[in-house]
């Protein structure tokens, strides 16, 4: 009977450990001996504190003192840190027994670590929604700004207003170049996602890291000897790529070593597990790991919020990590960080793998055709963005219609006697979205050219054709309304 009872114990998922009041280890079932990574010979009949030095000053020894000396049972969430440094989490539950305490634990370290993610996913996905609602709102100000500047200043001729105009001009720029940094991290800036050598990346980037991260710095690459591809745009993960290894850098100032590896790896349900928002597949993973000064856990749960920064002031915005979040999110990939203090950092993205294989790379010219003037319908909500884009296309000898909605749209449509050459909307608009609008006046796509802040849903599925990216400059709406007329008919 008790030869059955030990072969149950040792089936159990739960350790179960027994210690006297001398603090001795009298019984270790098998899983308990795994939780303590010894044998359960090498534990029995010597104490606690021989066995784990230290271990009289943790939470546990005192719970377990309580309950001899109470005779009450008590629960506890354990952190355990074994010699190694490594450490994991337990729910213990800790009974008296005659002379002793008997002690259930249960590893319970994934589980918690699972908890986490998808708690600091949610956190993520909410500080994106917010961070991508302000600059869609900042891009329209800032396409008002710079292009009614960029109008008086090709108006003006005083060599001092000139200077102001171009100090506007120039300040727009730098905070649209923020606004763009935002929305890479809530994930709706537009992509150009394609079939893409990750291998070739890597080769891209290691040669501009060579004048970038100092002779100190040891720069290593190993690549996988099949080239992964994945759907990428490429110029965004070169950036990707740039802004983790100058981190490595400046986690470096005495030198060291930086890595950057590519790897293939089919990921089971079980490696899966380890975290939730990740599926069973191929992957493609991109590796950079340093051997800097690496982070603590309360640094490490942090690094992705967007203006986040361990830096001193002045260096750096604190958004280069939280834009790599959102450009490997938005290319459905994931990217995770190992690091501890001393010890180094490791960054793992990971991507889907494709069977499709990179496209070759031809040159584009762009035809020096003659400007078409033409009759076009403006729909815009925003009045300083709708204000500019009627002025600008005026200024270019356009006739121009306006309207702030799908409403006013079909009524100015209606109310137009002669055919219009084509329809310049925004895809956000109150009530129906651009392209719903463009569906109810029976517009070709041809004849469309969409404005956005952000990559709606629209444009990630490819139901978009024409787009024209917010903040833009004058020069770039009416080079994409040339085209656009250039490629489309009238519109009855």
Known sequence: MEQQLRVSLDHLLEGVQIVDREWRYVYLNAAAADHARCPADALLGRTMMECYPGIERTELFGVLARVMETGRSERLHNPFEYPDGDRRWFDVLVEPVPDGVCVLSLDTTDQRNAALELQHGQRMEAIGMLAGGIAHDFNNQLTAIRGFAEILLGRVHDARDRHDLTAILDAAERSSTLTR????????????????DLNAIVHTVDRLLQRLIGEDVRCDVRLHEAPPVIMADARQLENVLTNLAINARDAMPGGGRLTMATDIVDLTAVDARQHPSMVPGRYAVLTVTDTGHGMDEATRARIFEPFFTTKGLGNGTGLGLSTAYGIVKQMNGFIWVYSEVGRGTTFRLYFPTTSERPRA????????????????????????????????LANAGHTVLSAANGDEAAREFCRFERPLDMVLTDVVLPGDAGPAVVRRLGVPSRNVLYMSGYSERHVRDGSIANMLEKPFTVRALLEAVDDVLAGGASVD
């Open 361 to 392: 790379k031809a040159g584009r010219e762009r035809p020096a055709a003659p400007r078409q003037c033409g009759t076009i319908l403006v729909i815009e909500d925003d009045a300083g963005v709708r204000e500019l884009v009627t002025c600008a």
């Open 181 to 196: 940094q935002l929305l890479a991290f809530s994930r709706r800036q537009v992509f150009t996602v394609e079939p893409t």
